[in-house]
């Protein structure tokens, strides 16, 4: 079972790229690596999905190295509005069933 | 709009009383989740289903039960035996797969007095 270790929060201003890592060292041959961010008193929402090397798409970016024991979301150009949680989630539980979201990364962005 | 829909978005009970939580899906997915969130933590798992008339226990049931007759449907209800019921209620769904995205209502936060 994938553990995650995110930092518990950061901080940016409007305008500035931020690079959130996790770790996952126990990563799964199978297991995907998912991106959620979640504003207060809301529902998560999917970013992006990855599985190795890098994917885009028009919110941001996911950088997966080789051996995949890490992952870097890139959001470029934060505004006020990208202060949320992000959550970094890797495989399944143990029951095989949900995805497991730890405590997440808040991001507070200052103009 | 396809969407998943949880009402109310803000309820109160008395302490000792069952409470139901409503969950509706129009994405026709098979499968749907209820999650729990208390404040500065994650999202832990309390029944899910995968398929109608059918749901099974997530890491946190005691003191809650589900029902699953209907696709798009998958009440929640709090009962009594819930020690600490008071928290942020999120129910999801998906296509069927456990690791395909979930997508997650708007959550109802739950007081008890």
């Known amino acids: 079972l994938a553990k995650t270790t995110q930092p518990i929060s950061m901080d940016s201003y409007e305008g500035q790229e931020v690079n959130i890592t996790c770790s996952h060292n126990n990563i799964a041959t199978n297991d995907y690596i998912t991106w959620y961010q979640q504003f207060p008193s809301q529902g998560p929402r999917f970013i992006i999905q990855?599985?190795?090397t890098k994917v885009t798409n028009e919110v941001a970016s996911l950088f997966i190295p080789a051996d995949r024991k890490s992952s870097t979301l890139s959001l470029p150009r934060v505004s006020l509005s990208d202060t949320a949680v992000y959550y970094c989630?890797?495989?399944?539980?143990?029951?095989?069933?949900?995805?497991?979201f730890g405590k997440g990364t808040t991001l507070s962005v200052s103009s | 709009d396809g969407g998943i829909t949880q009402s109310p978005k803000y309820l109160f009970r008395k302490e000792g009383q069952n409470v139901t939580l409503s969950c509706e899906q129009n994405?026709?997915?098979?499968?749907m989740y209820w999650y729990r969130q208390d404040p500065g933590q994650g999202l832990r798992l309390i029944y899910y289903s995968q398929i109608v008339n059918d749901f099974q226990k997530g890491d946190i049931a005691e003191g809650y039960s589900v029902s699953r007759e209907k696709k798009e449907s998958f009440p929640l209800t709090v009962t009594s035996a819930q020690k600490n019921p008071t928290a942020f209620y999120l129910c999801a769904s998906n296509p069927a797969g456990f690791t395909d995205t979930q997508y997650f209502g708007p959550g109802t936060r739950l007081t008890v007095l």
């Open positions: 990855g599985y190795k």
């Open positions: 989630l890797v495989g399944i539980n143990q029951a095989g069933t949900a995805l497991i």
């Open positions: 994405l026709n997915h098979d499968a």
